[in-house]
């Protein structure tokens, strides 16, 4: 199973998803990569690890992914309702309204 993930933790930052074949909807595995390194890896469910992570980077001071960066401010902004009042114009003009 290692030669699976060999590809997969080399990016800054992920959430790694690895299914079973039997199983469609339900994931094998779900795990959180960061810097190359499998930090968290019973995670459970991908909601819950998108949680984890955030709360890693909160907790562990770290700067989003550059390429990732918008992606992660709205993630924090809309649905985490952090800092919505700073809303980067980028950001705003993605927002969707409910």
């Given at each position: ?9 080399d ?88």
């Open positions: 199973m290692q030669d699976v993930h060999e590809g997969s933790m990016h800054t930052m992920k959430v790694l998803v690895i299914h079973n074949s039997a199983a469609e909807e339900d994931p094998a595995a779900v795990s959180i990569v960061i810097e190359g390194n499998q930090v968290l890896n019973t995670c459970g469910y991908r909601t819950k690890a998108c949680v984890m992570l955030m709360g890693l980077i909160y907790a562990l001071n770290l700067e989003y992914p550059k390429k990732l960066k918008f992606t992660f401010e709205v993630f924090q902004k809309l649905f985490l309702e952090i800092d919505g009042a700073k809303m980067l114009k980028r950001s705003r003009a993605s927002k969707v309204s409910y």
